[in-house]
């Protein structure tokens, strides 16, 4: 038996991908690898962060999905400190496209890929690039909260997110591209979701922590902080970036005036810095699933900030709003149904204004 390290010359590293010594660290919904592997016997060794090593009250562990030509054979709570997955093994040598995915966000848990066990002779190699590379910035709508749970009086549990069936990820797919995101659940612009529009959530806003390598409250080795842990840019080059913010913004904003307007000030401000990061993208700013009353300011800050700045690259889109009509997932998410709506609106918009 050989061991391979998940380093670019062995595995495509998808989504903000940290490497700390022999082990690729990943946080963010949808972050993962891919690999063409021929041969007979693959092993991945799964390691858990401080959450998995010391246990966590809610049992919000990582949940990891692995793809064998396309189908789901493996779909994994990392609830101990490491876990050792067998996602090859046979007589014969074969050929075989295989990908791991992150299904669960980064704010509970994080994981770790080890050095993977391959056979004598076996070879291992990165699925190839698409053409096309998006980033989606958003909250709980991206992450595919509760999209496995159909109660909607059902709370948060990262056994019941799937980023693969959620907006997003559908949307990365219609377009035929690859795809790294940076959301987390609760998050806003001005403010996260509340229960008293009298009491802003300052603690949990997209812009405080998009530099970082992803928010979380679950740590690397060593303790290491992913939301200290700075995010180089350079390594991904987006050609579009979607921004979905403001739902939970609304739930503070409400009709105030002066709430809507600072949020729309806000989001210009997040959008120069999302420029700045990415100054070779078209920004893509979409709103509406759960609620579409802060629709108008989005667009207004973005008309604002062409204005401004004089940079036209930036593009606006009212997503379907769910109706409720056939349900709702835990804590009124969106059904997989809705994320779909709301993929099949976005992609050919950005497919025409790409021009890909």
């Known amino acids: ?43 991945i060794s799964i390691r858990g962060g401080y959450v998995a090593e010391h246990g966590e009250p809610d049992g919000n562990y990582a949940r990891v999905a692995v793809y064998v030509n396309g189908a789901r054979i493996r779909d994994e709570m990392i609830d101990s400190p490491r876990k050792r997955l067998t996602i090859i093994d046979r007589e014969s040598p074969g050929e075989f496209e295989i990908e791991l ?6 704010a509970m848990s994080v994981i770790g890929i080890e050095p ?20 989606f910035i958003g909250d709980s709508i991206t992450c595919g909260y509760g999209v496995d749970d159909e109660d909607s009086s059902h709370g948060f549990s990262t056994a019941t997110e799937d980023v693969t069936r959620a907006y997003a990820f559908h949307t990365a797919h219609l377009l035929d591209v690859d795809y790294t995101l940076f959301s987390a659940s609760g998050f806003g612009i001005i403010s996260g979701y509340t229960d008293d529009p009298g009491r802003r959530l300052a603690q949990q806003l997209i812009p405080d922590y998009y530099h970082s390598v992803g928010f979380s409250r679950d740590r690397f080795p060593g303790g290491i902080d992913p939301t200290k842990t700075q995010w180089d840019f350079g390594r991904q080059r987006p050609g579009a970036v979607v921004i979905n913010l403001g739902t939970n913004d609304d739930s503070f904003c409400q009709d105030t005036l002066e709430k809507q307007q600072e ?16 100054p070779q993208a078209e920004l893509f700013c979409v709103l509406g699933i759960m609620g579409q009353r802060l629709c ?26 769910q109706d409720g009509s056939i ?24 497919k025409k204004t790409m021009n890909w």
């Not at 590293?13 to 021929?38: E, K, N």
């Not at 667009?299 to 062409?306: D, V």
């Not at 709702?328 to 992609?347: G, S, T």
């Open 1 to 43: 038996m050989n061991t391979i390290t998940a380093d670019r010359e062995h595995v495509k590293q998808m989504g903000r991908c940290h490497p700390i010594g022999d082990t690729l660290w990943l946080a963010m919904s949808g972050s993962g690898v891919g690999m063409r592997f021929t041969g007979r016997h693959l092993e």
């Open 101 to 106: 995915i992150k299904l669960s966000e980064s």
């Open 296 to 321: 108008p300011w989005m667009e207004r800050a973005c008309g604002n900030y062409r204005k401004h700045t004089g940079d036209g690259r930036v593009h606006t889109l009212r997503l379907p709003e």
């Open 116 to 135: 993977m066990s391959i056979g004598d002779g076996d070879v291992l190699l990165p699925l190839p690039p698409k053409a096309h590379l998006v980033e």
């Open 263 to 278: 949020y729309m000030e806000a989001y210009e401000r997040f959008l120069c810095d999302v420029r700045q990061c990415n």
């Open 327 to 350: 349900g709702y997932v835990a804590n009124y998410h969106p059904l997989e149904r809705f994320h779909l709506a709301a993929a099949e609106a976005l992609a050919p918009y950005i």
